[in-house]
């Protein structure tokens, strides 16, 4: 009998028995849980990845199917040139660019006040300072290509019951339906060598396991919506401070000729039941005011949505055979639009910490190699998180002082070459190791 043909009879054999032997079991599966289960399937092919998911996961080939998992929903997510380089490497790049829009000038502006600074492609060598996706498409075609790989294994709708740990890895209960691949039996019990824990800022796991963390409720609410302007948006990507807070419009569709961005724009908790009681008409205004008139008039608004803002650290990332990915780890505020970026970087270092040690016959549990990740992942995420939790607190303190020291900063910016390239290219995750 093959290897293939054994590996197959020993999967039902597991089925039957109600339990399945994986090497690494993700729970959560959103943007960041399947980027990780792509990344460690393109490190270590031969690796049995299993995804559990709470909500249904389209994996048909028809992307105008409803994705259901709430982080696939009508916001879009700003693309680094960092994480457009991984997404190459998984050979997903040539799918995800047809609905992209690339961003060829970053505007930021203190509402009521000097400051402002621009960051062009001019500045770039000529090269685009980031990416736009919705975040449907980017979900869908994460979702096709982990449907596409017999190594991985979605469970969706499933739950994680309980989790136990022992010196082999972790056991994971699980609680649902609907397998994928048609198989014949929904296990009972997951057995993985590493458990991954990437189900969101709110994390039901990282909080059963007693994982502390570090929180900073900025006591804003970010609501988002699409919205159509008179003029073309030619590609600029708009960051403006304003009292209530930033409001960011991220540029959608063909770059020369689209009037329309995606807004995120950012209101204090006590008025989020206000906005979201405009009318259409009434929301256009005091977006006009609050934005000015560099796009002209603004003449529509889609579905609104809103999501709570604060700042959410783990105090711990690694235990043995268990490591938190993505907002589980650590929870951004938008404003830099660096979470998804940063959280890109860390899947790509962990999966090539989790080869390293498959190379050298180590268990892909071993608390020693997943502390090694971290170590080298703490920089990157100190320097991330930190510029994300100052840049807001700064524009948002209505402090005279701190709002000439803001303004002469963006002004300096705007002087000093030097100065501008090393505060964007901080911002674009450009710092940062990828290789």
């Not at 994390?203 to 900025?218: F, P, V």
Request: charge should be negative; include cysteine.
């Amino acid at each position: 009998m093959s290897a293939d043909r054994l590996e197959t009879s020993t999967h039902q054999a597991n089925y039957q028995e109600g339990s399945l032997q994986t090497d690494v079991a993700i729970v959560g599966g959103g943007m960041v849980g399947l980027s990780l289960a792509l990344l460690v399937a393109h490190k270590i092919p031969d690796a049995r990845i299993s995804i559990i998911e709470h909500y249904p996961l389209d994996t048909s080939q028809s992307h105008t199917k409803k994705m259901y998992q709430p982080s696939f929903d009508e916001r879009s997510t700003a693309i680094s040139s960092n994480s457009a380089t991984i997404f190459k490497q998984l050979g997903l790049w040539c799918d995800i660019q047809q609905h992209i829009t690339p961003i060829s000038r970053v505007h930021v502006t203190d509402r009521g006040h000097f400051g402002a600074t621009s960051y062009a492609e001019q500045d770039n060598n000529n090269q685009s300072l980031g990416f736009v996706v919705d975040n449907r498409w980017l979900g869908y075609c994460l979702a096709q290509k982990t449907a596409q790989l017999p190594n991985i294994e979605i469970f969706a709708p499933a739950n994680a019951k309980n989790i136990s740990f022992h010196s082999g890895g972790a056991t994971i209960e699980l609680d649902g339906s609907n397998v994928s691949r048609g198989a014949s039996h929904f296990p009972r019990e997951l057995n993985c060598d590493l458990l991954v824990v990437a189900d969101g800022a709110e994390s039901e796991l990282r909080q059963k396991m007693g994982i502390a963390t570090e929180e900073d409720d900025y006591h804003q609410v970010a609501v988002i919506a699409n919205v159509e302007f008179e003029h073309a948006h030619h590609g600029v990507a708009y960051e403006r401070f304003t009292e209530s807070g930033p409001l960011a419009l991220l540029p959608l569709g063909a770059r020369n000729s689209a009037s329309k961005s995606a807004l995120v724009w950012t209101t204090p908790k006590s008025k989020v039941d206000e906005v979201m009681g405009w009318d259409d008409h009434t929301f256009l205004t005091n977006l006009q005011s609050a934005f000015g008139y560099r796009l002209g008039h603004f003449t529509k608004v889609g579905e609104r949505h809103h999501y709570s803002l604060k700042c959410v650290i783990a105090k711990e990332q690694v235990r043995s055979s268990m490591v938190l990915m993505g907002n589980a780890a650590h929870y951004l505020h938008p404003v830099a639009g660096q979470g998804f970026n940063l959280a890109l970087r860390d899947c790509l270092h962990l999966s090539n910490q989790l080869a390293k040690q498959q190379q050298r016959g180590e268990p892909l549990g071993q608390l020693q190699g997943l502390q090694e990740y971290v170590a080298n992942q703490q920089s990157d995420q100190w320097l991330t998180v930190n510029m994300s939790h100052n840049f807001n607190r700064l524009f948002t303190n209505e402090n005279k002082a701190a709002q000439a020291l803001r303004n002469v900063g963006l002004l300096g910016l705007g002087l000093f070459q030097p100065a501008k390239d090393t505060f964007f290219n901080r911002m674009m995750g450009k710092g940062a190791r990828i290789f």
